[in-house]
């Protein structure tokens, strides 16, 4: 019963910006590391940021210095801030969560529906 949902997807103008959420709608399990992954038009998924529960951050090349990723641990949220958009930033926004599931005895991820940005030039 455990779902992610996003939201802030949407049309920008290259260099502008754009902040995407994730909610996790249980809390009946621990999360540990959340994550984006987006996947554009005819590519394969690629990882975007992560942040464990901790608050550490890990980037990969293409967008750092340009996004960030938090998290709301009260509200079960985690934000993807994206400022100096590109073109090649267009891409379907996936949210991940990797959770612990005490009944179950393992760690199981999660993923979200997925929200759309459009980047113009």
């Known amino acids: 019963q455990v779902q992610l949902v996003e939201s802030g997807g949407g049309l920008v103008q290259a260099g502008g910006s754009l902040r995407l959420s994730c909610t996790v709608s249980r809390t009946i399990f621990s999360i540990n590391n959340m994550g984006w992954y987006r996947q554009a038009p005819g590519e394969q998924r690629e990882f975007v940021a992560l942040?464990?529960?901790?608050?550490?951050?890990n980037f990969a090349n293409s967008v750092k210095g340009r996004f960030t990723i938090s998290r709301d641990n009260a509200k079960n949220t985690v934000y993807l801030q994206m400022n100096s958009l590109k073109p090649e930033d267009t891409a379907n926004y996936y949210c991940?969560?990797?959770?612990?599931?005490?009944?179950?005895?393992?760690?199981?991820?999660?993923w979200g529906k997925g929200t759309l940005v459009t980047v113009s030039s």
């Open positions: 991940n969560a990797n959770v612990y599931a005490p009944d179950r005895g393992t760690n199981i991820n999660y």
């Open positions: 942040i464990t529960s901790g608050g550490s951050t």
